[in-house]
């Protein structure tokens, strides 16, 4: 081997990857940034290691969006295995309770009105919520007992998609902070049993989903791998934009506001983009009729 350093590039866009089995999002997100070359990378939504699945990687200017791809709905279609609940509520994890109790479908249709809308939600142990400066999963690990608090999350639909006697096929839709290894462990207490996560997919991630994934054999294999790349905006698109003239833009890239004018121009928006021939210049907000801009992208 030579052992010089691979040169690091300027490369923005979303690689949107269906994650692996056994490999952590973290890896995921070095392997992807190490065969684009690229200086900068993040992803939008940590995956489990034995999850699959949607995986937003933005490279470059497109970590300046992650926040409002991870603010988007999520789908899940996973697996429950009934009769046995985990200390990690999935297959992972050693068994600390069992049950001979196998729900029907019907029982399982009956119960998931329950669980949709906002309902309260208690965190598994083994999570990334940070517990007196420490993550929940490092201490459950060291073996110290974890209590984490219910809160509340928002289920938009949950419905039964197969079910096979030891095993039952679910989809869910949810705003982001919602644990499906919880509602499956919640889940099966309701009904009598115990139950734990024995498969996961992410299907959706904001605008994004499986008909726009990406593998990592795909991406190894391109000759072009820039081409498996999504704009910057791709990221936007759950917001309202707004097109501004060059002039416009060029104000707003130093981070001063400018006024909207025209007929449909808008006095107040929340959260919002601003375009100047189809490219991202900023994201920001509308306030008495003026653009605010909050997050600037430079020029390409």
């Known amino acids: 081997m030579s052992g010089e350093k691979r040169l690091k590039r300027d490369v923005s866009g979303w690689l949107i990857l269906n994650k692996p089995y056994d490999m952590t999002s973290t890896q995921a997100v070095g392997k992807v940034r190490w065969l684009l070359g690229a200086k900068k990378a993040g992803h939008a939504g940590t995956l489990d290691p034995l999850a699959t699945g949607i995986l937003p990687i933005a490279l470059g200017e497109a970590t300046k969006t992650v926040p409002i791809v991870q603010d988007g709905e999520k789908i899940y279609r996973f697996t429950i295995r009934w009769g046995a609940e985990t200390t990690t509520d999935d297959i992972e994890g050693a068994v600390t309770e069992t049950s001979d109790v196998r729900p029907d479908a019907a ?3 009956a119960a998931l009105p329950a669980f949709t809308g906002e309902i309260m ?5 083994f999570s990334a919520i940070m517990v007196d400066g420490e993550r929940a999963y490092d201490l459950a690990r060291a073996g110290q007992a974890v209590t984490l608090e219910a809160r509340p999350v928002f289920i938009e639909d949950l419905r039964l998609i197969a079910h096979e006697g030891e095993t039952s096929q679910l989809e869910m839709t949810c705003e982001k902070g919602t644990y499906v290894r919880s509602l499956a462990r919640d889940l099966a207490r309701a009904l009598g049993t115990r139950g734990h996560v024995a498969q996961l997919h992410r299907a959706a991630v904001g605008p994004f989903d499986d008909a726009l994934a990406t593998t990592l054999e795909a991406l190894e294999a391109a000759a072009d791998r820039d081409a498996l790349l ?3 905006a791709a990221g936007l698109e759950d917001l309202d934009e707004l097109r501004v003239d060059a002039h416009q833009a060029a104000t ?3 981070g001063n506001p400018v006024l909207l004018t025209g007929r449909d121009a808008p006095v107040s928006v929340d959260e919002c983009w601003a375009s100047f021939q189809g490219r991202p210049v900023a994201i920001g907000r ?14 390409e």
Do not use: K, S, W
């Open 107 to 109: 029982a399982i249709t």
């Open 121 to 125: 939600q208690v965190p598994p142990a």
């Open 252 to 254: 707003i890239r130093f």
């Open 230 to 232: 999504l704009p910057i």
């Open 286 to 299: 509308v306030e008495f009729g003026q653009f605010q801009p909050t997050r600037v992208f430079a020029a």
